[in-house]
Structures are given as C-alpha cells and as structure tokens.
Nanobody, 127 residues
Framework: QVTLVESGGGFVQPGASLRLSCVASELSSDSYVMAWFRQTPGKEREFVAAVGWPGGSEAYGDSVKGRFTISRDRVKRAVHLQMNTLKPEDTAVYSC????????????????????WGQGSQVTVSS
C-alpha cells in the first residue's frame, strides 16, 4: 500500500517562496504520474502541477505557470513543488496525488484519475 507524506507548508508574505515535498513510500512502479492539487473552502479542487514517468513530462495550471516548478527525485520516490513569487490567491491546502500506472497527458488535470492522496499541507500567503 502506497502512502504519500507531504511536508513544507507554512505561512509566508507575498513575493516569498516555499517548497513542498511529497514522498511516496512503498512505490515500486516505474510508470506513474505525481501531481499537486490545491483547494480552498467553498471552491473546487484546482490542478497545480504534475510530472509523469517514464518520460518526465510536466504540466502546470495556468495560474501558477512561470512561478511554480515541479521536480521529481526518482531515487527517493519524491516530488517537489518549488513555489516562487507567492500571491495571496495561492493560499490553499495543497495535496499530493499519485496515479499508477501513468495515464495519457491530457488527463493529468483530472483529480479523479489519481489513486492515492496525501494528507494535505496548508500554505498561507498574507501580509
């Protein structure tokens, strides 16, 4: 059974940076997609970013493109989300998600295709 453990959330001022990490324990497959979604109360879950293996392709949500970067640590079975130039509207609970096996690129933004989810990490951006 795969478990996703997240770390790195917190409280920062606008313009600051944060790095989220997600480690997938017991992940033995080499075909998967790891993604980040975020959600605020009263709103739908929003796709943030994803990376797929094999291949290493990446995808980003429109609201974070150019500011956030997703990366993968194959050895540690981890994915990181580097968030730069944070804005108050980035405030949300960020959740890591894993899809096994890898699915077509066009479906990476669909939260329903992911098999496993992390517990969520709060990110608050405020002055």
């Amino acid at each position: 059974q795969v478990t996703l453990v997240e770390s790195g959330g917190g409280f920062v001022q606008p313009g600051a940076s944060l790095r989220l990490s997600c480690v997938a324990s017991e992940l033995s497959s080499d075909s998967y997609v790891m993604a980040w979604f975020r959600q605020t109360p009263g709103k739908e879950r929003e796709f943030v970013a994803a990376v797929g293996w094999p291949g290493g392709s990446e995808a980003y949500g429109d609201s974070v493109k150019g500011r956030f970067t997703i990366s993968r640590d194959r050895v540690k079975r981890a994915v990181h989300l580097q968030m730069n130039t944070l804005k108050p509207e980035d405030t949300a609970v960020y959740s890591c998600a894993l899809r096994i096996p890898r699915i077509i690129f066009g479906r990476w933004r669909d939260a329903t295709v992911y098999n496993y989810w992390g517990q969520g990490s709060q990110v608050t951006v405020s002055s």
